[in-house]
């Protein structure tokens, strides 16, 4: 719509130029005026119009979770910091997302010390450009094609409308529909098992998502003046460039929709072509290329962890060292190679690869435990016992769990000097084959609090080992 108007201001502001200029023509550059005007809007109109999807959060929500998981994206992929680089990149980026349409998120655009061909964007406008863009990128448009992209599927939501579709389609166990209460970015995240982990989650776009992110990408392109034909130029050239050899990595994390370069011509077609005078290249970029270039090497790749659904990895076992972790319900511990995301009562601790795609899209937890609160369903005056509560519960998982089995039942235990009851289900793991799921139940003021164990049936004793400890180590809040 902006677009719109700024295009009806300018026929406008040049019509009156001219006629000032000669008076003569007054008659003639009004009639000129007209046709701008009445052509303009009708030529604005043949673009591609996008919207973002279905989305259960708010765009401030967005920001919160793009800031929450971008800790994590910090800590597991090797930042340049480099105050150059990266505040030559904010300021394209920036001035590429001034044509975003859609909410203005606060966006950021930082470099990784990783030489594959790879960018990403975070819910909320953090975007992170590999150096493998710059030093491959033949001039300023290429990168900008790649930054503007990535900007598009901020604008357009795609990370959270996956979540969106994923919590909505029951994942198994990591998402337990109904029994969670709050959907607080914090509790959705932990019902989803979803750290930066679960990044097949939130970066791993389908390809419809793709085709709107290139086409959203050409827009902004054009709008800001650059060669609009630079990012499909890009993609081509680092799929020919790639022939015979592993793909670039760009294209496992943003998929190939069917005729990429054809449906982004098109675009530029719809737009009328590349602006006049467009840009294509900059003194300020090739001075950045020639620098990043000049760079020591990134640090090897295997010294950190591996990015993309850990399918075909196992998680590294469970470091014996502990860390603590407290909210509003208890405090407890948990190996500190793992890592805890929640908020509010529900938590996931989680090892690096312990999440994985279901082979459905959808991430799900294979290696981990969940901690919530049920709230059990109560007939008047009369207080659902342990037992019972336990038993909906299961219900619950069931429903959402199909494949689950109580293998055994209703052993009393104690937990944090309580009276507890341990249940063991058996249940499809999305590695394939069974897991184990061992449950543990406590009735606290707030609800039923429980706790589950998840590892795949040919675990090792370490994963064992780790949950007893950390179940070991809760203690609930003291209510006075
Ligand atoms: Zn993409």
Redesign the pocket.
């Known amino acids: 719509m902006t677009t719109k108007h700024a295009g009806i201001r300018q026929a406008r502001h040049r019509a009156h130029r001219r006629a000032s200029v000669d008076r003569g023509l007054r008659h003639t550059v009004a009639l000129v005026a007209t046709l701008a005007l009445a052509l303009a809007p009708l030529a604005w109109a043949e673009r591609t119009h996008l919207k973002p999807g279905w989305n259960m959060f708010s765009p401030q929500q967005d920001v919160e979770l793009g800031r929450q998981v971008s800790k994590d994206a910090e800590r597991q992929v090797p930042m340049l910091n480099d105050a150059r680089v990266d505040s030559y990149l904010n300021n394209l980026g920036r001035r590429l997302a001034a044509h975003a349409p859609g909410e203005r998120y606060p966006y950021q655009y930082k470099c990784v010390n990783d030489r594959a061909i790879n960018a990403f964007a975070l819910p909320g406008g953090y975007v992170y450009v590999n150096r493998g863009v710059i030093e491959a990128a033949d001039n300023e448009a290429q990168l900008a094609g790649v930054i503007a ?2 900007t ?2 901020v604008a357009l939501r ?1 990370g959270t409308n996956q979540a969106t579709k994923a919590y909505a389609a029951q994942v198994p166990l990591a998402v337990l529909g109904g029994v969670l209460g709050s959907n607080s970015v914090g509790a959705v995240l932990a019902q989803l098992g979803a750290g930066f982990a679960a990044n097949s989650l939130l970066l791993k ?1 389908s390809r419809t ?2 085709s709107q ?2 086409i959203m990408g050409t827009q902004i392109l054009y709008d800001s003046g650059y060669d609009p034909r630079a990012m499909a130029q890009f993609f081509e050239k680092i799929e020919t460039e790639s022939k015979g050899k592993n793909p670039p990595e760009f294209f496992s ?2 998929p190939s929709p069917e005729h990429r370069v054809e449906r982004v011509t098109d675009e530029v077609d719809r737009l009328g072509g590349p602006p006049r005078n467009y840009l294509s290249d900059s003194a300020e970029f090739r001075e950045i290329k020639r620098y990043v270039l000049s760079l020591p090497p990134p640090p090897k790749a295997g010294a950190r962890p591996q990015q993309g659904s850990g399918r075909s990895r196992r998680p590294d076992p469970p470091s014996n060292r502990f860390r603590s972790f407290e909210n509003e319900t208890l405090r407890m511990s948990y190996p500190d190679n793992w890592q805890a995301n929640g908020q509010g009562n529900a938590v996931s601790f989680v090892p690096v690869g312990g999440v994985v795609d279901d082979g459905h899209g959808h991430a799900a937890l294979a290696y981990g435990m969940l901690v919530n609160v049920f709230e059990p369903h109560t007939d008047r005056d009369n207080q659902a016992s342990l037992e019972e509560a336990t038993d909906q519960l299961i219900d619950d998982l069931r429903h959402s769990n199909p494949a689950m089995r109580v293998v055994r039942g209703h052993e009393r235990v104690r937990l944090a000097g309580g009276r507890a009851l341990s249940t063991y289900l058996s249940n499809d793991s999305p590695l394939g084959g069974r897991e184990t799921d061992w449950l543990i139940t406590v009735l606290r003021p707030e609800g039923l609090v429980y706790f589950v164990a998840v590892a795949p049936g040919s675990a090792s004793a370490d994963f064992e080992r780790a949950f007893r400890a950390m179940l070991d180590s809760v203690r609930f809040r003291q209510y006075q």
Request: aromatic residues 8%.
């Open positions: 992209h990535e598009a599927h795609h776009y998502a793709e992110a290139d994390n943003h």
